[in-house]
């Protein structure tokens, strides 16, 4: 089935994490991958030692793309594409029983990946895959073909008062 896990609220990919980590745990074999996020994201020491579960690359240094100019958004789109195309060809060719794409409708609104491949994969993704995914305002066909929608929504936040992001809670 398909999951997404969406909106301007803390918590998406920590419930995709959640769920791959049932899922490892349950001996589902589990492909994870991370758009618009670097190697040092807190989540990927944890889950790269967690039995069944894969990462993908990451790159280890990236600009949130308000910051970055249009030739360090084309390189990363560039980056994207490729990390999109490999972990489709992995979850179709290597056995995966879930894959969770994090940050993917976010990277799709910043022009990195195109909307078009990605609802070619999940439209016609294998029913015996999961396909968790999340980011900020995913493409309302996408969202039509989910099972779970579960949009996260900020009441209150500390960024609303100037704190930045921190080291193991937000990152």
């Known amino acids: 089935m398909i999951h997404i896990y969406y909106g301007d609220g803390k918590g998406k990919t920590t419930a995709a994490i959640g769920l791959a980590v049932r899922a490892a745990g349950s001996r589902m074999k589990v492909l994870f991958v991370q758009f618009l996020k670097t190697e040092f994201s807190g989540e990927r020491h944890t889950l790269s030692h967690t039995e069944n579960i894969t990462l993908t690359f990451a790159p280890v240094d990236l600009k949130f793309t308000y910051d970055m100019d249009e030739t360090e958004k084309q390189k990363a789109a560039q980056l994207f594409r490729k990390i999109f195309d490999d ?45 968790v995914m999340t980011g900020h305002n995913p493409p309302e066909r996408i969202l039509e073909l989910a099972d779970y929608v579960t949009e996260m929504k900020k009441i209150k936040h500390p960024y609303d008062k100037g704190v930045q992001a921190r080291f193991g809670i937000e990152f």
């Not at 290597?94 to 609104?109: H, K, N, P, R």
Request: proline share 2%; net charge negative.
């Open 87 to 131: 972990a489709v060809t992995r979850v179709l060719t290597q056995g995966f029983d879930m894959i969770v794409l994090d940050e993917v409708s976010t990277a799709v609104e910043a022009g990195m990946l195109s909307e078009h491949e990605l609802y070619e994969f999940v439209s016609n993704v294998p029913k015996n895959i999961e396909v």
